[in-house]
């Protein structure tokens, strides 16, 4: 049994394909293997939604992007998304939270940031923070995205309220010496086969030393494509030609995390298994 702890089936690039992608999942998974999907914006909460009503695979999880956090929302988007956590027990937090990159390291031409808005990290906070406060009134799972911002995160990780079952870091970048601290504040660390790639060695390296007990394995589909050799799944390129992550390319990140570690695939896949549900719930 496989659990994909990040990804977003909702995006418009996956929707030509959603067929084939439930089944390739049943086939590639198992019996009970889940993905968790997120929103990123209170636009696409009803397409999580409704994938969630329709496979029983899909656990669905509400949020607003740190990308997204400079766009227009409702007035009530954040009791929107407490309502929605009350409706469905099995909904979560995410995903949320800060990203520096878009700020000083992305290029302005970016075309995966082209028409939006790049909100300062203040605006960023001010949209996390409450999120991250729901999450925590209701102990639901927060998927936390952090790049480039881990000394802005931490601070709000140690003073602000958390949830008692945890957060995830999805795709965690941070340093190596940050895993114990975060360890201790409740985090888990999903591991994405885009770090299979030989160039993200110090990715690599980082998650030979993240406790087993809080190992998540994540495609973040339809992005962060996996190196050639791990892509066990394809898709048909996009209208502009850029590649299109598969959700079933899970297994990659299963069998690139036990060879990293030197531990055994189904060993490795039990144990993550039951971080899943530990932190996502049964």
Same mark, same amino acid.
């Given at each position: !049994?496989?659990?994909?702890?990040?990804?977003? @089936?909702?995006?418009? #690039? &996956?929707?030509?394909?959603? $067929? *084939?992608? =439930? +089944?390739?999942?049943?086939?590639?998974?198992?019996?009970?293997?889940?993905?968790?999907?997120?929103?990123?914006?209170?636009?696409?909460?009803?397409?999580?939604?409704?994938?969630?009503?329709?496979?029983?695979?899909?656990?669905?999880?509400?949020?607003?992007?740190?990308?997204?956090?400079?766009?227009?929302?409702?007035?009530?988007?954040?009791?929107?998304?407490?309502?929605?956590?009350?409706?469905?027990?099995?909904?979560?937090?995410?995903?949320?939270?800060?990203?520096?990159?878009?700020?000083?390291?992305?290029?302005?031409?970016?075309?995966?940031?082209?028409?939006?808005?790049?909100?300062? !990290?203040?605006?960023?906070?001010?949209?996390? @923070?409450?999120?991250? #406060? &729901?999450?925590?009134?209701? $102990? *639901?799972? =927060? +998927?936390?995205?952090?790049?480039?911002?881990?000394?802005?995160?931490?601070?709000?990780?140690?003073?602000?309220?958390?949830?008692?079952?945890?957060?995830?870091?999805?795709?965690?970048?941070?340093?190596?010496?940050?895993?114990?601290?975060?360890?201790?504040?409740?985090?888990?660390?999903?591991?994405?086969?885009?770090?299979?790639?030989?160039?993200?060695?110090?990715?690599?390296?980082?998650?030979?030393?993240?406790?087993?007990?809080?190992?998540?394995?994540?495609?973040?589909?339809?992005?962060?494509?996996?190196?050639?050799?791990?892509?066990?799944?394809?898709?048909?390129?996009?209208?502009?030609?850029?590649?299109?992550?598969?959700?079933?390319?899970?297994?990659? #990140?299963?069998?690139?995390?036990?060879?990293?570690?030197?531990?055994?695939?189904?060993?490795?896949?039990?144990?993550?298994?039951?971080?899943?549900?530990?932190?996502?719930?049964?």
């Amino acid at each position: !049994m496989l659990h994909d702890a990040h990804n977003h @089936l909702q995006d418009e #690039a &996956l929707v030509p394909h959603r $067929d *084939r992608i =439930a +089944t390739a999942w049943a086939e590639t998974v198992g019996a009970g293997g889940k993905m968790v999907v997120n929103g990123t914006h209170p636009a696409d909460w009803p397409r999580v939604a409704e994938l969630a009503a329709r496979h029983a695979f899909v656990r669905p999880a509400y949020g607003v992007h740190p990308w997204d956090a400079a766009a227009p929302r409702p007035d009530d988007w954040l009791a929107n998304l407490e309502q929605r956590l009350l409706d469905d027990p099995r909904a979560t937090v995410g995903e949320i939270g800060l990203d520096r990159w878009i700020l000083e390291g992305a290029r302005p031409d970016d075309a995966r940031l082209a028409g939006r808005h790049r909100a300062p !990290m203040d605006e960023q906070v001010a949209v996390l @923070l409450p999120q991250l #406060a &729901l999450a925590a009134k209701h $102990d *639901r799972a =927060a +998927t936390i995205h952090c790049l480039r911002a881990f000394d802005d995160l931490l601070p709000l990780l140690r003073s602000h309220p958390l949830p008692a079952r945890g957060f995830l870091l999805h795709a965690y970048g941070g340093p190596v010496d940050l895993l114990p601290e975060l360890t201790k504040l409740g985090a888990y660390f999903s591991f994405n086969p885009a770090y299979l790639d030989p160039r993200k060695r110090r990715q690599q390296e980082v998650f030979k030393h993240v406790p087993l007990e809080r190992l998540l394995c994540e495609t973040d589909a339809p992005a962060m494509i996996p190196p050639q050799p791990w892509r066990t799944h394809k898709l048909p390129p996009a209208r502009d030609g850029s590649l299109i992550n598969h959700p079933g390319n899970i297994d990659a #990140a299963y069998a690139g995390l036990a060879s990293l570690r030197g531990e055994d695939p189904a060993e490795l896949a039990a144990r993550v298994a039951g971080n899943f549900t530990r932190l996502f719930g049964p």
